[in-house]
């Protein structure tokens, strides 16, 4: 039996030892800083993946879950793996149930991955949240302009105006909107008053000439 103990000692002192090593090493507050500002520093560099390392290492080291989840979902969109990025931002909102960050990046995701159906679902949660968010109401309302649902479009376009009068691309999209409906008086007005605010933004002028039939006095 002593024989036996003093061949298996070694053993599991070594065995006890590499289960300690392998339990992560909760980091310093200053370890966490750092990891934090140098995938920002990183990002900044467009070196995505190693932001990526470096916020994973700040939530192996003890930080924060939620913003941990929250960053690498953002730096996943920024590297266009909309997928991977979607679920991660769903695990930030389990987290967090009543945010609305995850919502928009969830948006941009699946505004990334074209889903129609992933967009309006998640701009209507976030609306449910935040009745005047613009990123929701512009998104929605650029979902129903591209599937030719002018008229709600117009309303959506609208209303977003009536929250944010003068905003370019709600003008825009309500001059489009009112073109394709027939309704060119709404739509010239529009392109008329965009023209006015920004001379260079694109298609005003295309409009203005197509509601008109003559070319915008430069």
């Not at 470096?54 to 879950?65: I, R, V, Y």
């Not at 699946?110 to 005047?132: C, S």
């Not at 694109?202 to 409009?207: D, E, I, S």
Request: net charge positive; charged share 20%.
């Amino acid at each position: 039996m002593n024989r036996l103990l003093a061949l298996l000692l070694p053993l599991l002192a070594v065995t006890s030892g590499a289960i300690k090593s392998a339990a992560p090493v909760k980091a310093t507050p200053e370890d966490l800083a750092k990891f934090w500002s140098d995938s920002v520093t990183a990002e900044t560099s467009k070196n995505y993946d190693e932001a990526l390392t470096l916020t994973t290492s700040f939530q192996q080291g003890g930080g924060d879950k939620y913003l941990s989840a929250l960053r690498s979902a953002y730096l996943l969109c920024l590297k266009a793996d909309y997928q991977k990025s979607a679920d991660l931002y769903a695990s930030a909102a389990k987290l967090q149930p009543m945010a609305l960050a995850p919502m928009l990046g969830m948006l941009s995701a699946a505004q990334g991955l074209n889903d129609a159906g992933k967009i309006r679902q998640t701009a209507e949660n976030v609306l449910k949240a935040e009745p005047t968010n613009y990123r929701a109401h512009m998104a929605l309302a650029g979902l129903l302009l591209n599937i030719r649902e002018y008229r709600r479009s117009l309303s959506a376009y609208r209303r977003v105006l009536s929250f944010y009068p003068g905003d370019l691309d709600s003008l825009s999209g309500a001059a489009w909107s009112a073109f394709y409906l027939g309704e060119k008086r709404e739509a010239l007005e529009n392109f008329q008053q965009l023209m006015s605010l920004s001379p260079e933004y694109t298609y005003a002028r295309k409009g203005y000439e197509l509601c008109t039939g003559q070319a915008a006095k430069p």
